[in-house]
């Protein structure tokens, strides 16, 4: 497991942050220009001077315009790569704040009260993203491109409250009836994790792959 994983992570979950997208918001150039320079740090994450730097750039950038979405949700990759917990937090909650029915961003930020051993807010948050997955899942087909993500997103929901019977059951079921490909193959690979496991899996990059 190395930095991509870790990149993997947040870009991936990026991609479904939205279940009902908000009017489109035009984002002041200035900002989008700071937002692309930190971006090009990426590959930097793990180098604490880099992600410092990106940090700077990403702190301008929604200074300029309050309601940039992508430079609050690409700042945590980099606040994550330093441990930067607390700070998290308030990204996620600006990111809740623009997108409260994304169910990532509510797990996001129970990851990191786990991270600062708040297991009382942490619940809350997994608890939301739960429901919203739940509410979801209870309409939406098989055969929806976005049915792997929800489904493993409640199995990482249901991990992290501790309901792990209910979690290995969903991601045998998953496993079982999807044909291949990155979700299937990180729907086994969670099978039988606890939630400090998943969390060191998925969140940290310290398990070999």
Do not use: W
Not at 132 to 138: G, S, Y
Not at 178 to 203: F, R
Request: glycine share 4%; net charge positive; aromatic share 10%.
């Amino acid at each position: 497991m190395t930095a991509l994983r870790l990149l993997y992570i947040f870009l991936l979950m990026g991609f479904y942050s939205c279940i009902k997208k908000p009017a489109k918001h035009k984002v002041d150039p200035a900002a989008v220009d700071l937002h692309n320079n930190a971006m090009a740090m990426v590959p930097y994450v793990k180098n604490a001077d880099s992600s410092r730097k990106a940090i700077l750039l990403l702190d301008s950038a929604t200074s300029i315009d309050s309601n940039y979405y992508r430079a609050y949700f690409h700042k945590l990759m980099f606040l994550y790569s330093l441990k930067q917990y607390d700070k998290a937090i308030v990204a996620t909650q600006n990111l809740i704040r623009l997108r409260p029915g994304a169910h990532d961003l509510h797990t996001f930020a129970g990851i990191f009260y786990e991270k600062i051993n708040d297991s009382i807010s942490s619940k809350k948050y997994f608890q939301k993203s739960l429901s919203i997955c739940n509410t979801v899942l209870d309409t939406m087909r098989l055969k929806n491109i976005d049915y792997e993500m929800f489904t493993i997103n409640k199995a990482v929901n249901l991990i992290m409250l501790n309901r792990n019977t209910e979690a290995n059951r969903l991601l045998n079921q998953l496993a079982a009836t999807q044909a291949g490909g990155e979700m299937k193959e990180i729907a086994v690979s969670m099978i039988g994790l606890n939630k400090d496991a998943l969390i060191e899996m998925y969140y940290d990059g310290k398990v070999s792959r």
